[in-house]
Every structure is written in C-alpha cells, then in structure tokens.
C-alpha cells in the first residue's frame, strides 16, 4: 500500500488531420524544390507560390499566395511563410478544392481573381476565363500545345466571345451573377483548374479529361471548324457528356504513364462536316450529317466575328414538322 509509485503524467498525441498531412507533404515539397545544395530553405515566399503554382499561366501563383494572406489579417504583411503558416492559409483553398461543392469552389476563385474585391472587373474577368483554360489544358491527359499561355489567348475568336457572354455588356460582375450565369452556361469552367491545384498540392494521379479530335487534321481544325485546344477546352466546359463519342486511345504526347493507359478513358469530337472541305451546299451538309445518329452540335462562324453554336441532343432530319427543342442562351 506504501509502495505505491507515482505514475508519469500521460502525454497527449496531437492527431493531424490527411487535410493538414497533405498541406505540410506540399510546404515541404515547395522546399525542396527551391533548395540548393549549399543553403537549405525553411520558409516559402511569394516567388516559390508563383514557381510552383503558375505553370503555363503569368500570375496565378501569384494570385494563389496573395489569397491565402487575406485569410488571416495578421498574415497580411508577411514576405515568408512558416510550415504552419503555410498550412493555415492554403486551408480554405485547398478544402474548396477536395469538396464536391461547386458553389465553394467557386466563392474561392470568385475571391482570388477579384482580389479580395466584392466584383469582378472586365480585366479580371478576361484573366479568369484564360487561366481557367491554360491550367485545364497543362492538366489534361493531353499534351500542351507549345507556347500556349494567357496572352496567346488574346486572338482566339471562341475564349474571347465566351468573356464578352460572360460580362453581357456589363463592366462588372458580381459572385452571384458569375454563379447563376455559370450553372445555366459553363457548369464546368473550374473543374480543370481544380485539378491542376489537386496535382500540385498533393501529387494526385487523377486525370482531368478533355475530349480529342477524331476524323481530322489539325489545318482543318484551325481553318474552318475553330477548334484549337483552347476551344476544345471551352466546349467540355459547356456541352454535357453525351456530345462527345465512346472513348478514344492515348495519343503520342499525352502525360500519361503507360501503366496508366487502360485506366483513362478519352471522349472523342469527331467532324462530321466542315464548309471549307465539303463545300457550303446544304445538299453536302445534308449528306455528311443526317445520317449520324447521335448528338452533334454545329458551330457557324460569322461576319464581324460572330459565333453561335447550335447544340441538337436528337438526330438532323428533313421533316416538315418541329423537332428537337427550343432553347437558347
């Protein structure tokens, strides 16, 4: 009964969320990366944000690091970002990014782009849309097509008549505007943006897929139909999942292992008709089309640089009644 020993306090084992693991894994990989072999870093900084998070794009690493500030105001002067500073502010973003709800995600890109500010400005608009497109292509199973970045964006027809739909004439735009016009018209837009932030945060090996070209060379996708990758991109952004056709295989370049091969699956747009090949008869067109069963859409380029695309979930047929269904956007 005397002998009895005291016994030691017991120590409480701090349990770090997978959320918090996978945010100090990516501090230390941003280390890593920017270490020499002579000095050994142990704070990240703005310029390391922009290194690892911009890639193909000009400022979105940028924009990232300048994001996470605000989260917290006394991190807002910060120049160098401790472990656990590192992990508090990427926090939000990064469990916007693993959530299945659209509407967080986008209050967070609503929140980079506009800066902190309660709208969007045209500027920041156009530099939404253009990063949105350059990370889903440089994180696609498909290969980049060199020297695409924002600013190469600046002549392409489709990207710019999809920012100017976007704006409808305003000069700025609200998070809720932006969220009602995207569920009707581009429900997809951050998804690849979304995977580009997955793979650059935690090394995730899912593919973000973006339909391929069949039936075609690359003169007549530029030429005529305006399907550039960019384009492409844009359309899987908007067109529901049964326009594209059962899958494709990997082509040379895309940025996929070959033991990963059999596990992607690649839908496919395949040109049934182009005015530039076939000639501008509707007999031609009638020809090349009404036979295909299955959804297609049609793309009618225009003076003064007007675009409209006709989307038509049922087969084309010559019929003196209606068909399909009236709906526009």
């Known amino acids: 009964m005397g002998n009895a020993q005291p016994r030691a306090p017991s120590r409480s084992k701090t349990i770090k969320s997978p959320v918090t693991q996978k945010l100090e894994a990516s501090f230390t990989g941003l280390l890593q990366n920017q270490s020499s072999a002579t000095q050994q870093k142990t704070t990240v900084t703005e310029e390391d944000f922009h290194d690892a998070f911009s890639g193909p794009s000009e400022q979105?690493?940028?924009?990232?690091?300048?994001?996470?500030?605000?989260?917290?105001?006394?991190?807002?002067?910060?120049?160098?970002?401790?472990?656990?500073e590192y992990v508090a502010i990427m926090l939000p973003l990064y469990s916007a990014v693993i959530d299945q709800s659209k509407s967080e995600l986008l209050e967070v890109m609503f929140d980079i782009f506009s800066g902190g500010q309660k709208m969007l400005s045209k500027?920041?608009?156009?530099q939404l849309v253009n990063i949105c497109c350059v990370l889903s292509l440089a994180s696609s199973t498909?290969?980049?097509?060199?020297?695409?970045?924002?600013?190469?964006l600046e002549q392409n027809a489709i990207i710019q008549s999809f920012q100017e739909g976007l704006m409808?004439?305003?000069?700025?735009?609200?998070?809720?505007?932006?969220?009602?016009?995207?569920?009707?018209?581009?429900?997809?837009?951050?998804?690849?943006i979304q995977s580009w932030l997955k793979k650059t945060i935690d090394h995730s090996k899912e593919f973000y897929v973006i339909p391929q070209l069949k039936n075609t060379s690359q003169q007549v996708v530029s030429s005529a139909a305006s399907l550039d990758a960019p384009a492409v991109w844009l359309l899987s952004t908007v067109l529901p999942h049964c326009y594209s056709q059962s899958t494709a295989k990997l082509q040379t370049g895309d940025r996929v292992s070959d033991s990963d091969v059999q596990n992607v699956s690649i839908p496919c747009f395949s040109l049934l008709y182009d005015s530039q090949e076939q000639g501008h008869s509707f007999n031609r067109f009638e020809?090349?089309?009404?036979?295909?069963?299955?959804?297609?859409?049609l793309i009618l380029r225009l003076q003064e640089n007007l675009m409209f695309l006709i989307a038509s979930d049922t087969d084309w047929r010559d019929s003196p009644a209606q068909w399909g269904t009236c709906y526009y956007r």
């Open 60 to 84: 979105f690493g940028r924009l990232v690091y300048h994001y996470g500030l605000r989260t917290d105001q006394s991190f807002l002067k910060l120049q160098q970002l401790t472990k656990s």
């Open 123 to 126: 500027a920041d608009t156009k």
């Open 142 to 152: 498909t290969a980049t097509p060199d020297g695409l970045v924002e600013s190469s």
């Open 168 to 192: 409808a004439g305003n000069d700025e735009l609200s998070a809720d505007v932006l969220s009602d016009w995207l569920a009707v018209n581009a429900p997809c837009l951050f998804d690849g």
């Open 287 to 297: 020809r090349h089309v009404f036979g295909y069963r299955g959804p297609t859409f």
